[in-house]
């Protein structure tokens, strides 16, 4: 029963405080606290993402390498974390020559295939997870699209969030375990 008390008072601290760390990850204020390279476009595709207007779009081009980025500050946070955003894409080639990429701290999360039955279509939006491993220093989240030199696949990102939780303060965690005792000893008269 004690146990079980503060496992469901932990998990309850969990979720009372977790944060989210991305500045700016609905792209709402542009691409303010992101670094692009190529054409990556934050601009008005409501038609794609939302809700608000501004999504980033990668790739729609001949031989693009686009990439947005941002790093933030892990310091005090758990290294448990979890990566989402919408995801949307339009497939525009025939034989899977562009690519989305996902990447955190350098490393590859995932590769997405944009093209492989150039149906010219809109695809989304998939809601996108990755678990993470915080560094409790700086780390990275960087988005990426490619593309060959023809039939011009394109990615649009929206809502992008690294959510964390703070490490409890020694004051927390006697608060917790005393809430948890306290809970014991009502449960016991
Ligand atoms: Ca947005
Ligand atoms: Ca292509």
Do not use: C, H
Not at 81 to 109: I, P
Not at 133 to 143: A, H, M, R, V
Request: aromatic letters at 12%; a negative charge; proline letters at 3%.
């Amino acid at each position: 029963m004690k146990k079980l008390a503060i496992f469901a008072l932990g998990v309850l601290a969990a979720n009372a405080f977790s944060v989210n760390l991305v500045t700016n990850g609905d792209f709402e204020a542009g691409d303010a606290g992101w670094t692009t390279t190529g054409f990556a476009d934050v601009d008005d595709w409501s038609s794609i993402g939302g809700p608000g207007t501004q999504t980033v779009w990668l790739g729609g081009y001949a031989d693009a390498n686009d990439t947005i980025a941002q790093s933030v500050s892990s310091a005090g946070y758990l290294p448990t974390a979890t990566l989402t955003f919408d995801f949307y894409f339009v497939n525009q080639d025939v034989a899977g020559f562009d690519f989305f990429t996902v990447e955190f701290n350098g490393t590859v999360l995932d590769t997405i295939d944009l093209g492989d039955n150039n149906s010219v279509a809109l695809y989304g939006p998939f809601a996108k997870s990755y678990n993470v491993t915080l560094t409790g220093g700086t780390d990275t989240i960087k988005f990426g699209t490619t593309t060959d030199d023809i039939a011009d696949s394109s990615a649009f990102v929206d809502n992008v969030a690294l959510t964390a939780t703070p490490v409890p303060e020694p004051a927390t965690m006697v608060a917790l375990g005393l809430g948890a005792m306290a809970m014991v000893r009502r449960r016991r008269k």
